[in-house]
């Protein structure tokens, strides 16, 4: 398909395990955005790519969150040493640049820590 | 502070009426946008338009039109000729500028829009 596609659609996990969740955007696509919905809530948004670089990481909750991107196209969030408040669905999204408005969104993994 | 605020938590609306579901905004910066996005019950995120903080005229993209008053800061949505399709989750969203030269983007906590037959 030529949507923005994600894996793997569910993942339950231990606590204290890591996780790796991949994003394949919209070939042709430079900018990448990762966010996280928990429960009932809106987006939250985590950081961005132009390219392969990550200009802000400010918006990762915290230092066991990372996130890269290679070869300008596939990225993997990943979180280490999950806990309990990582439950959530992340979230991608690509669009053409990041000065570009509309942002395409993937179908989400759904992340349960247990 | 909420940066973006959506008072609605839900709304409904007979079939073929229009809606407003509110949003207002909250930033110190000159030029910012504003998103109003649809959350369907299958999860996917879809762009519904888009206003731009130096954009004169409130911006349309069909039956969507998106009520822009900068002086009360607020990006109302209204949709015209509600359908049954439209019953979904609707969130406000901002994109603001950095200090880096880098975007930000912050959303609202949704209004659930469901359209009566």
């Known amino acids: 398909g030529a949507g923005v596609s994600q894996s793997p659609s569910n993942k339950v996990t231990e606590k204290g395990k890591d996780v790796e969740l991949r994003c394949d955007p919209i070939s042709g696509h430079t900018a990448l955005y990762w966010y996280r919905q928990s429960l009932g809530q809106g987006l939250e948004f985590l950081i961005y790519?132009?390219?392969?670089?990550?200009?802000?990481k400010s918006g990762l909750p915290s230092d066991r969150f990372s996130a890269e991107r290679t070869g300008g196209s596939v990225s993997t969030l990943t979180i280490q040493r999950t806990q309990q408040e990582d439950s959530a669905v992340y979230l991608c999204a690509s669009s053409f640049n990041q000065w570009t408005v509309e942002q395409y969104f993937g179908p989400g993994t759904r992340l349960t820590v247990t | 502070a909420q940066k973006i605020t959506q008072t609605q938590p839900g709304m409904f609306v007979q079939e073929k009426e229009a809606v407003t579901l509110d949003c207002t905004y909250d930033?110190?910066?000159?030029?910012?946008?504003l998103f109003w996005y649809k959350q369907p019950s299958s999860g996917e995120m879809i762009f519904l338009i888009y206003?731009?903080?130096?954009?004169?005229q409130n911006a349309t993209e069909g039956r969507y039109s998106l009520n822009f008053q900068k002086a009360r800061k607020s990006a109302n949505l209204v949709i015209s000729a509600s359908q049954l399709g439209d019953s979904a989750m609707y969130f406000c969203a901002m994109r603001e500028g950095t200090a880096s030269g880098t975007y930000k983007y912050i959303f609202g906590t949704g209004t659930r829009l469901k359209v009566l037959a």
């Open positions: 930033t110190s910066d000159q030029s910012y946008g």
């Open positions: 206003q731009g903080s130096y954009d004169e």
């Open positions: 790519f132009q390219g392969n670089s990550a200009p802000d």
